[in-house]
């Protein structure tokens, strides 16, 4: 796994991007879980404890698989870093995991998690499920009336959802009413499900991700004996990305390229925010966020749940700044034709989040005869009711 940089361990700094901008009550628990997560990472128990459950419960390491009609059709050797593969079908899990032993070892009474469309708090109820941790999962009224399938998952697996009228009934909400339960019991753990917010939490989540890419940088030098020319993911807080991403930032020939959730490609109608969004304090970090003209944090949108988010995480941030990422919108067309593209060619129904990495790849490599690295985050079949009503 890739630690991060002593900077970055001691205050969570990404170049000028990251840090805690939090209340003085929430500053001293996330202190505690900084040091805590210092700690973790040196201690071979700990990541030992980890692999074993990474590999015997999720399924690790996930194939690199060689995706060979996709790759005739686009004239480039494209590889798929299958994540779709591992239990509960996306990366979210390889984070859950590593949050939960941390929660267990820091005698956590009650696992806390947000969530917009369900799938960060499946992953959750997993995990809390797998360890006998009670869990209580926010969500906006309004989402839980959408996603019953995911609010069945979750209660079957032994959480409670706490759902809550205030605001528009969604994601933002359901965050705060979640902080606020975690401000008040002290016995709690919030696990986050992407690379964003304070400090520690974009650097614990680019650890536990980390993975990806350690495994994908082993697995291509393994099958082509050479680095890719270029790699790429979707970005929505950013964790499977930076995930896949941090096997290959020293690799300086190694292209590097980001899928934002473009929506229809307007400020108003996207989740693309290093693309259309302005530097900013939002939800307790410094980095990019959706504004309006009067700096105020615009609703995201996009036809992936997982991508509809006006943040992104620290790194990404930086990493759009110093130029070694390079982010390009993604419209909700552009990834509907290639989650149909994907599923036709290689009888893969990818993730219409995931779709956005496809869709950049089949974009920015046709013709070009390079070897390539695409994140399959995650599974498609949540997708295929949508597809459907559309024809
Ligand atoms: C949640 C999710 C994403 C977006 O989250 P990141 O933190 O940006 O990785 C992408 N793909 C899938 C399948 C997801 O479930």
Same mark, same amino acid.
Do not use: W
């Given at each position: 796994?890739?630690?991060?940089?002593?900077?970055?361990?001691?205050?969570?700094?990404?170049?000028?991007?990251?840090?805690?901008?939090? *209340?003085?009550?929430?500053?001293?628990?996330?202190?505690?879980?900084?040091?805590?997560?210092?700690?973790?990472?040196?201690?071979?128990?700990?990541?030992? &404890?980890?692999?074993?459950?990474? !590999? $015997?419960?999720?399924?690790?390491?996930?194939?690199? $698989?060689?995706? #060979?009609?996709?790759? &005739?059709?686009?004239?480039?050797?494209? $590889?798929?870093?299958?994540?779709?593969?591992?239990?509960?079908? +996306?990366?979210? %899990?390889?984070? /859950?995991?590593?949050?939960?032993?941390?929660?267990? #070892?820091?005698?956590?009474?009650?696992?806390?998690?947000?969530? @917009?469309?369900?799938?960060?708090?499946?992953?959750?109820?997993?995990? +809390? +499920?797998?360890?006998?941790?009670? /869990?209580?999962?926010?969500?906006?009224? #309004?989402?839980?009336?959408?996603?019953?399938?995911?609010?069945?998952?979750?209660?079957?697996?032994?959480? &409670?959802?706490?759902?809550?009228?205030?605001?528009? +009934?969604?994601?933002?909400?359901?965050?705060?009413?979640?902080?606020? $339960?975690? %401000?008040?019991?002290?016995?709690?753990?919030?696990?986050? @499900?992407?690379?964003?917010?304070?400090?520690?939490?974009?650097?614990?989540?680019?650890?536990?991700?980390?993975?990806?890419?350690?495994?994908?940088?082993?697995?291509?030098?393994?099958?082509?004996?050479?680095? *890719?020319?270029?790699?790429?993911?979707?970005?929505?807080?950013?964790?499977?990305?930076?995930?896949?991403?941090?096997?290959?930032?020293?690799?300086?020939?190694?292209?590097?390229?980001?899928?934002?959730?473009?929506?229809?490609?307007?400020?108003?109608?996207?989740?693309?925010?290093?693309?259309? @969004?302005?530097?900013?304090?939002?939800?307790?970090?410094?980095?990019?966020?959706?504004?309006?003209?009067?700096?105020?944090?615009?609703?995201?949108?996009?036809?992936?749940?997982?991508?509809?988010?006006?943040?992104?995480?620290?790194?990404?941030?930086?990493?759009?700044?110093?130029?070694?990422?390079?982010?390009?919108?993604?419209?909700?067309? &552009?990834? %509907?034709?290639?989650? !149909?593209?994907?599923?036709?060619?290689?009888?893969?129904?990818?993730?219409?989040?995931?779709?956005?990495?496809?869709?950049?790849?089949? !974009? %920015?490599?046709?013709?070009?005869?390079?070897?390539?690295?695409?994140?399959?985050?995650?599974?498609?079949? !949540?997708?295929?009711? #949508?597809?459907?009503?559309?024809?």
């Amino acid at each position: 796994m890739n630690t991060p940089t002593p900077e970055t361990l001691e205050n969570g700094y990404f170049g000028q991007f990251g840090g805690r901008f939090v *209340p003085p009550v929430l500053d001293v628990k996330l202190a505690n879980l900084a040091l805590e997560f210092q700690k973790v990472i040196k201690d071979p128990t700990f990541i030992e &404890e980890l692999h074993y459950y990474l !590999k $015997y419960y999720v399924g690790r390491p996930s194939p690199l $698989y060689y995706a #060979r009609r996709l790759s &005739e059709t686009v004239g480039s050797k494209i $590889y798929l870093k299958r994540e779709d593969l591992n239990h509960t079908g +996306a990366h979210k %899990i390889n984070n /859950c995991l590593g949050q939960i032993i941390m929660a267990k #070892r820091m005698g956590a009474k009650e696992i806390i998690a947000e969530t @917009g469309a369900g799938q960060h708090g499946v992953a959750t109820a997993t995990v +809390a +499920a797998l360890f006998g941790i009670p /869990c209580k999962i926010f969500m906006g009224a #309004r989402d839980a009336e959408r996603q019953k399938l995911n609010v069945q998952r979750m209660k079957l697996l032994g959480a &409670e959802i706490v759902t809550t009228e205030e605001g528009t +009934a969604s994601l933002k909400d359901a965050v705060d009413s979640a902080l606020g $339960y975690y %401000i008040q019991h002290p016995d709690a753990f919030y696990l986050l @499900g992407s690379a964003v917010g304070p400090h520690p939490y974009p650097a614990m989540i680019h650890f536990f991700q980390s993975v990806i890419g350690t495994e994908a940088r082993e697995q291509i030098l393994e099958l082509e004996n050479r680095l *890719p020319d270029s790699i790429f993911a979707c970005v929505g807080g950013g964790s499977n990305a930076i995930g896949l991403f941090s096997g290959f930032l020293e690799d300086k020939d190694v292209a590097i390229y980001a899928a934002e959730g473009g929506g229809a490609g307007t400020l108003s109608r996207t989740a693309s925010t290093l693309v259309m @969004g302005r530097p900013a304090v939002f939800q307790g970090t410094y980095s990019y966020c959706l504004l309006d003209d009067a700096d105020q944090p615009l609703p995201a949108y996009s036809i992936a749940s997982g991508l509809d988010y006006p943040g992104v995480g620290p790194e990404h941030a930086n990493l759009k700044e110093t130029g070694r990422v390079t982010y390009h919108s993604i419209t909700d067309d &552009e990834a %509907i034709q290639a989650f !149909k593209d994907l599923s036709n060619l290689e009888g893969i129904i990818p993730a219409i989040e995931s779709s956005h990495a496809v869709a950049l790849a089949m !974009k %920015i490599l046709k013709g070009k005869n390079e070897l390539a690295v695409v994140n399959l985050s995650g599974r498609g079949d !949540k997708d295929v009711e #949508r597809d459907m009503e559309k024809e």
